[in-house]
């Protein structure tokens, strides 16, 4: 949940847990680095201080200071985790890996202190082979040694140390920030010391100062957040004049930092450091210095982005805007500083809104006949800068022109003055400083082309975070600091002439009453071009506000005549000043009847004659309206029309006398007011009669939001609800206290923290199962399922449906034992069984089937039945079966084990009853099989042989009957006697 600014934080259970075991945070506080902290007296003093001190106070915490420590000592102390807390610090690569930052609280860019007689020195490159001091352990130290190698640094204990080697000559400059040296020079003796803003440190570098803790303590980060949160722009303004020294920049300018949405946070801080592309020759629009530096408008309006975002800005190398486009399309830079919005570009690029617009002029030779437009060219010389976006605008719109191309604005002022071309068609800024660089006598601007050119940044098609975040930060600069860049650049001078020095030299020879007379002649001369230029530049600056003053004109008409209201004002005499296209809609009046300067008492009449006040003396109500709009004072009424629409109609005076009206159609609110008085009273029934829905409903139906300290408030519970948690409660409205009082013990900070954290988070739905002691002293099992909403006004809240589902978890404890029971049956039984989809994947089996497959358990989850068949045609004919008859009874299947053995079993088979798919069970008789085998062998092996006994007995009794007649022939005794 997000802390209300100016006020107290609410706390989330976490964080509430972590103040209440760290009541007191350390905080680092330097030996002398005002105004920001410093240790004077023994006390803590500066912005820093004060801010961390009313963070504190919103979060609820008690602060102890770490004083009097030089900076590099604290910082180590910081790493050691002997302190909480960095509450000034700037953020770089290499403390990125250490620590963790919130978001910026004011910009403090780098600055110079320098002797006075090295004043003339503005950058921190033009102290290369001199002793440059740094604060030991700063963040301008690594800055300074990553960036400018050809400096002699001598490392510092402290700014003020830093200012006296500084006066005694140990060093020759001192870099340190604008806040603290400013702070110094004002308030300690200057000695003779300057301070200078080194702007090519811009974007080198993250200038704005974060509270910082170390890595690995989220919740300290984001109380900290949440606190700084609170601190609104009207204390962050008091902070800065109370503390922070007067640099010529607004108080805007030191806060920096803007409100940005979640996502362009986001994308800053995963892109710290942005590439951009500027045109070298753009003057004074922008370009590069002769020491390559980004100069002109645009570089000022970039260094307020880079302040404001906290974004390092780098220029890449020079490029004409064709290769600018190329570039950033292919990603080698992430934005183009000043870019034209066009037809063929729109595809390709996105833009922010136009920061800089100039008007096209043309411009002829002094003696040149008058030309009053663009339309006046035919049949002259017209020439333009080739590729510029005032040669597209022209092309475009005056295709029959015969156009001169140059390649530059020098070329074509050069060209216009000496007679190559009659007239350059120009933009007035970038025109007006050539001429004036040029000193061209012979040139001015004749008229306007009602064309102006407009500059953009733009980036990549789809890129709109980025966008936008350069939108947010071009609207947040002050409109005094755009015309402040704009009279700075577009006032540039090159002053030229004569060398004074060369014609003395060359004069000395000559008598000395020649000599003066080349002296007055020469500052003559010199003068006359001064005036010349002056009153070029005057002419130039009253063209362009003539030309501005048209271009609003026109805008406001635009404007006017765009709004949904009808805005007619009159001057003190009550004539028509203007009106727009709605005034003349609504009051139906001839469209070609108004005129500026036509009087009041003429529309009046109009509007009497034709009804428009009802029935009525004609006349009285003529003289009526007219001595209440003769009054000029502040009046609003609302009336109907003879066609039965309503009007509203305000007037105001002007300050300079007269009287502006606006007239509102209302006739649409008239009928919406009307439609939504029935609404809310077809609201009121539907609302009495969900509410006797839900108090009827089996299921127990509230509402929650947040109260005024962040907790859970219930604020609707239907009657069911009420009862079952015993929440009516004599003489009080339902408790929130007595719902958690009826939570069981095991399940209460559970229930507790969901229904808190889906306050303080943004998720958008939350299922609960818990259980409570009921009013009768049984306990019940409810299930809770809420749905968070957003707010008209802003903030959350959420709806909640309760079942109690006590029987239904009785049912399924009994089921679950069931299940329990039946499972050890089936873990114990000989048989296989499983239960398995149609398709014949296993959805469950116990261990004698996984036994019986000779396959791990784990393996067996999911696979199918059928890829254990040993016969493809078996497998298809049983799951036909099974569609066709949903069972089978003792069927042989023939599976194979998993040491790839024949397995065979009877397979008995039916419909699943309580789902999809089938119940099975398989027998392994392969021994069975196997034994049947061996018996049915053996038989045959004991036919086999019995058959031989049986042939060799018979032959022995025949031989023994052969035997006996022998004998008996010879009449001696049978020798055997056989069984008849």
């Given at each position: 949940m997000q802390p209300l600014p100016g006020g107290v934080v609410a706390l989330s259970e976490q964080e509430r847990a972590w103040v209440a075991a760290h009541p007191v945070i350390s905080v680092a506080n330097t030996m002398d680095w005002a105004p920001f902290n410093a240790t004077i007296s023994g006390r803590p003093e500066g912005m820093s201080v004060e801010l961390m001190s009313l963070i504190a106070s919103r979060l609820g915490v008690r602060l102890r200071f770490v004083n009097g420590l030089p900076w590099g000592e604290m910082m180590t102390g910081f790493l050691r985790g002997e302190i909480d807390v960095m509450p000034a610090v700037y953020r770089t690569p290499e403390r990125d890996a250490l620590m963790d930052f919130t978001s910026a609280y004011v910009y403090n860019p780098p600055a110079l202190a320098l002797r006075a007689e090295d004043s003339a020195i503005r950058r921190l490159d033009q102290l290369a082979g001199r002793r440059v001091g740094v604060v030991s352990g700063s963040a301008l130290l690594d800055l300074v040694r990553r960036t400018r190698p050809g400096l002699e640094i001598v490392p510092l204990q402290s700014v003020t140390s830093g200012f006296e080697e500084l006066v005694d000559g140990t060093i020759d400059a001192l870099l340190d920030t604008a806040g603290t040296i400013g702070h110094l020079l004002d308030t300690g003796p200057a000695n003779g010391l300057v301070m200078h803003l080194d702007d090519t440190l811009r974007g080198v570098a993250d200038m704005h100062l974060r509270i910082g803790v170390l890595r690995g303590n989220p919740v300290l980060l984001g109380l900290l957040q949440k606190g700084l949160d609170t601190v609104t722009p009207q204390e962050r303004f008091a902070l800065v004049r109370r503390w922070l020294p007067d640099l010529g920049m607004r108080e805007e300018s030191y806060l920096g930092a803007l409100d940005l949405t979640p996502a362009e946070r986001a994308f800053v801080q995963a892109h710290p450091r942005l590439r951009f592309s500027a045109r070298f020759n753009l003057i004074p629009v922008e370009f590069t210095d002769a020491d390559g530096t980004h100069a002109g408008i645009v570089s000022d309006i970039l260094s307020r982005v880079s302040a404001s975002t906290g974004l390092m800005l780098e220029m890449t190398p020079d490029r004409n805007f064709a290769e600018q486009v190329a570039a950033l399309t292919a990603g080698e830079t992430d934005f183009i500083s000043a870019a034209q919005p066009g037809p063929e570009t729109d595809r390709l690029l996105d833009f922010t809104r136009p920061y800089l617009t100039a008007p096209v002029v043309l411009l002829t030779r002094t003696n040149a006949p008058f030309l009053r437009d663009i339309d006046g060219l035919q049949g002259l010389r017209v020439g333009v800068v080739y590729g510029s976006p005032v040669h597209d605008q022209v092309e475009r719109s005056h295709p029959g022109l015969a156009l001169e191309s140059a390649p530059d604005m020098t070329t074509l002022l050069t060209a216009l003055s000496d007679g190559g071309i009659d007239v350059a068609i120009a933009n007035l800024m970038m025109a007006g400083h050539a001429l004036d660089e040029l000193d061209l006598g012979n040139v001015k601007v004749a008229s306007s082309t009602g064309f102006t050119t407009s500059y953009a940044m733009a980036v990549r098609k789809g890129d709109t975070v980025l966008r936008d975040v350069l939108q947010t930060a071009i609207d947040a600069i002050d409109p005094r600091d755009m015309d402040s860049f704009r009279n700075r650049w577009a006032a540039l001078r090159l002053e030229t002439g004569p060398d004074i020095r060369t014609v003395l030299a060359?004069?000395?020879?000559?008598?000395?009453?020649?000599?003066?007379?080349?002296?007055?002649?020469?500052?003559?001369?010199?003068?006359?071009?001064?005036?010349?230029?002056?009153?070029?530049?005057?002419?130039?600056?009253?063209?362009?506000?003539?030309?501005?003053?048209?271009?609003?004109?026109?805008?406001?008409?635009?404007?006017?005549?765009?709004?949904?209201?009808?805005?007619?004002?009159?001057?003190?005499?009550?004539?028509?000043?203007?009106?727009?296209?709605?005034?003349?809609?609504?009051?139906?009046?001839?469209?070609?009847?108004?005129?500026?300067?036509?009087?009041?008492?003429?529309?009046?009449?109009?509007?009497?004659?034709?009804?428009?006040?009802?029935?009525?003396?004609?006349?009285?109500?003529?003289?009526?309206?007219?001595?209440?709009?003769?009054?000029?004072?502040?009046?609003?009424?609302?009336?109907?029309?003879?066609?039965?629409?309503?009007?509203?109609?305000?007037?105001?005076?002007?300050?300079?006398?007269?009287?502006?009206?606006?007239?509102?159609?209302?006739?649409?609110?008239?009928?919406?007011?009307?439609?939504?008085?029935?609404?809310?009273?077809?609201?009121?029934?539907?609302?009495?009669?969900?509410?006797?829905?839900?108090?009827?409903?089996?299921?127990?139906?509230?509402?929650?939001?947040?109260?005024?300290?962040?907790?859970?408030?219930?604020?609707?519970?239907?009657?069911?609800?009420?009862?079952?948690?015993?929440?009516?409660?004599?003489?009080?409205?339902?408790?929130?206290?007595?719902?958690?009082?009826?939570?069981?013990?095991?399940?209460?900070?559970?229930?507790?923290?969901?229904?808190?954290?889906?306050?303080?988070?943004?998720?958008?739905?939350?299922?609960?199962?818990?259980?409570?002691?009921?009013?009768?002293?049984?306990?019940?099992?409810?299930?809770?399922?809420?749905?968070?909403?957003?707010?008209?006004?802003?903030?959350?809240?959420?709806?909640?449906?309760?079942?109690?589902?006590?029987?239904?978890?009785?049912?399924?404890?009994?089921?679950?034992?069931?299940?329990?029971?039946?499972?050890?049956?089936?873990?114990?039984?000989?048989?296989?069984?499983?239960?398995?989809?149609?398709?014949?994947?296993?959805?469950?089996?116990?261990?004698?089937?996984?036994?019986?497959?000779?396959?791990?358990?784990?393996?067996?989850?999911?696979?199918?039945?059928?890829?254990?068949?040993?016969?493809?045609?078996?497998?298809?004919?049983?799951?036909?079966?099974?569609?066709?008859?949903?069972?089978?009874?003792?069927?042989?299947?023939?599976?194979?084990?998993?040491?790839?053995?024949r397995v065979d079993t009877l397979f008995t088979c039916r419909e699943n009853p309580s789902g999809e798919g089938f119940i099975g069970w398989l027998d392994d008789i392969t021994e069975r099989l196997a034994t049947e085998a061996r018996l049915g062998e053996k038989m045959e092996e004991l036919e086999r042989f019995s058959r031989m006994a049986v042939g060799r007995e018979m032959r022995m009794i025949a031989l023994k009957a052969e035997v006996n007649a022998l004998r008996a022939e010879l009449a001696r005794p049978a020798a055997y006697e056989i069984a008849e």
């Open positions: 060359w004069g000395v020879p000559v008598t000395g009453a020649v000599v003066a007379l080349l002296i007055v002649v020469v500052l003559w001369n010199r003068r006359l071009r001064r005036e010349m230029r002056e009153r070029r530049v005057a002419e130039l600056r009253i063209t362009e506000q003539a030309l501005e003053l048209e271009r609003q004109r026109n805008l406001l008409q635009v404007v006017m005549d765009a709004m949904t209201v009808g805005v007619v004002a009159f001057d003190r005499g009550l004539r028509l000043i203007t009106w727009n296209r709605k005034f003349v809609e609504i009051r139906g009046y001839p469209e070609d009847m108004l005129r500026e300067g036509m009087p009041f008492e003429a529309l009046l009449r109009y509007d009497v004659e034709h009804d428009e006040f009802g029935p009525g003396d004609p006349e009285r109500l003529f003289a009526e309206r007219l001595e209440r709009m003769r009054s000029f004072k502040i009046s609003a009424m609302e009336r109907p029309r003879p066609d039965g629409r309503f009007i509203e109609i305000r007037g105001s005076p002007l300050a300079g006398g007269g009287v502006v009206t606006i007239v509102t159609d209302t006739t649409e609110r008239k009928r919406s007011e009307q439609s939504l008085g029935r609404a809310l009273e077809e609201n009121r029934r539907q609302s009495e009669r969900l509410r006797g829905l839900a108090d009827n409903l089996p299921a127990m139906v509230f509402q929650f939001g947040a109260g005024p300290r962040g907790e859970v408030v219930f604020t609707y519970c239907s009657a069911n609800m009420r009862r079952m948690f015993a929440m009516d409660r004599p003489g009080e409205a339902p408790s929130t206290a007595a719902f958690f009082e009826r939570v069981l013990p095991g399940d209460n900070a559970r229930v507790r923290a969901a229904l808190q954290g889906a306050l303080d988070t943004r998720q958008g739905a939350l299922a609960l199962a818990f259980g409570i002691r009921a009013p009768d002293g049984t306990e019940r099992w409810l299930d809770a399922s809420m749905r968070a909403y957003e707010l008209p006004g802003g903030g959350r809240h959420w709806d909640g449906l309760i079942l109690d589902v006590t029987d239904r978890r009785r049912a399924e404890d009994t089921l679950r034992s069931s299940e329990a029971m039946l499972k050890t049956i089936l873990a114990a039984s000989p048989l296989g069984a499983t239960m398995m989809r149609p398709d014949g994947r296993l959805e469950y089996f116990n261990p004698r089937l996984a036994e019986m497959l000779g396959v791990a358990p784990d393996r067996l989850e999911q696979a199918s039945l059928g890829a254990f068949f040993l016969d493809d045609a078996r497998r298809q004919d049983l799951f036909a079966r099974l569609a066709r008859h949903g069972r089978t009874d003792a069927l042989h299947l023939a599976l194979r084990h998993a040491r790839g053995t």
